[in-house]
């Protein structure tokens, strides 16, 4: 009971306001990533369905190396691996050299490669979903391809896959732990931190547990919320109440 | 080991190369995967069970366990599972005069349990989802009949649900296979990432070897792919495509 309470004490004392300090390099490394990552599926995406193999092969197997191989070792790839290669190479000497000494920058190129693959997938289905009579619409109206697709076909496509974007992105939030493996301090690596610290076990685990449920939990509020807005028009009415007279 | 090594003396099989951690570390990797899906197939059967038991209490704890665990990361979940696990089974044994205190927890067994009880959770929603798409009227024949509750499980209910149950099955157990690798954080199992990691580190080419590492996770997964296609026909054998 009292090493329950001591536990208690330092969780309320040390360790949360640790960690909620950390919570702006998580959501960093989630913004950030998460930008990234859905900028890049959308030429995946296009590349992917296209029906030349210049385009949809090399898309194909970024999707596959993406979707395949664990995150962890797409992370250690980049740090370990070309952290180590970079040195050697004129990016030494360039403007990307600050960046590209932070374990921080590694983890954001991995996680905005890797999502780019996941959105990518998601995207291409989103455009191969499209009806076809409103690409047809498109063309009755005059419209060149690239209008189309601008104006049709990809506000459509984002629009139909709204609810798997946005599970990405939460998937990406809880995936950001993985960077505390390569020493970035998020809410995981200050964890991991505070038990080098105290050799408490459980009570930093517990507090970053907390931290990422109330996360995720704001994080799904605000989106669905985003997708509810996006995709108004798409819902079904509530209720239609008749006007009175009608029988 | 000599860091100048060439490519095929690194790759070689035998105390000069890392060839045969890797495959070890391949054929560990598979091993853990296999049993963490099982496990998890099972907590997930049961998770699955209590949510649609219609039991008020019996549903709040298969909801809390489904929407808690899918809402942490796996990383902390395998921390605080691995630990709770290897503490609680130490205590137990002590407490039960089984072992003395310096007791070692099997590895293997706390990482499977622990891993398998996270994809018990997505398991639960996989199997809860199946098992509603399978007809009503098909139960209630099953029941007219004068079946009991594991004929009509094992007849009825399991072979039907288990087509629906595919597609997210699939997808859990490729997920299960890449998830395998955070086993590395904890260093008590030398599976696939781990050797790779000790190759990279020892031989200083990292490149190199997350590269090969990330072509044997590749080969688990497009193997899988292959295999899960045949059982995809296999189950929906009989039935028409649309």
Known sequence: MADFLDGLQYLATVALPALLAAIPTTLALTLISGAIGNLLALPIAVARTSRNPLLWVPAYCYILVMRGTPLLIQLFFIYYGLGSLLPGTWVRHSWLWPYLREAFWYAVFAFSLNTAGYTGEILRVGLNSV????????????????????????????????????????????????????????????????????????????????????????????????????????????????????? | MNPNQSVWQMLSYGDQGWSDELLHGLWLTIQISVCIYLVGFCFGL??????????????????????????????LLLFLLYYAGTDMARSVLVGLGIAGEDVQINAFAAAVLALGFIYGAYMTEV??????????????????????????????????????????????WLNTTKDSALIVVLGSLPELLSATRNAAAATKHYAFFFFIGGLLYLLITVTSMIIQARIEKHLNRGYRRV
Do not use: C
Request: no cysteine.
């Open chain 2, 127 to 172: 199997l809860r989802g199946a098992i509603l798409a399978v007809p009503k009227g098909q139960i209630e024949a099953a029941r007219a009949y004068g079946m009991h509750f594991g004929l009509r499980f094992r007849r009825v209910l399991f072979p039907q649900m288990m087509r629906y149950a595919m597609g997210g099955m699939g997808n859990l």
């Open chain 1, 131 to 247: 009806p076809h009579g409103e690409i047809e619409a498109g063309r009755a109206f005059g419209m060149t391809g690239w209008l189309i697709f601008w104006r049709v076909t990809l506000p459509r496509a984002i629009r139909i896959q709204l609810p798997a974007m946005v599970n990405e992105v939460i998937l990406l939030l809880k995936a950001t732990s993985l960077a505390s493996t390569i020493t970035v301090m998020d809410i995981m690596g200050t964890r991991t931190d505070l038990f080098a610290q105290s050799f408490r076990t459980y009570s930093p685990l517990l507090g970053a547990a907390i931290i990422y449920f109330v996360l995720v939990f704001l994080f799904t509020r605000v989106l669905n919320w985003v997708e509810r807005y996006l995709n108004k028009d798409r819902l079904a009415p509530v209720a239609v109440v008749l006007p009175a007279g009608i029988p």
């Open chain 2, 46 to 75: 049961v998770g699955a069970g209590m949510k649609l038991s219609g039991n008020r209490l019996l549903m709040r704890i298969g909801d809390i366990y489904s929407t808690l665990i899918r809402a942490l990361p796996e990383l």
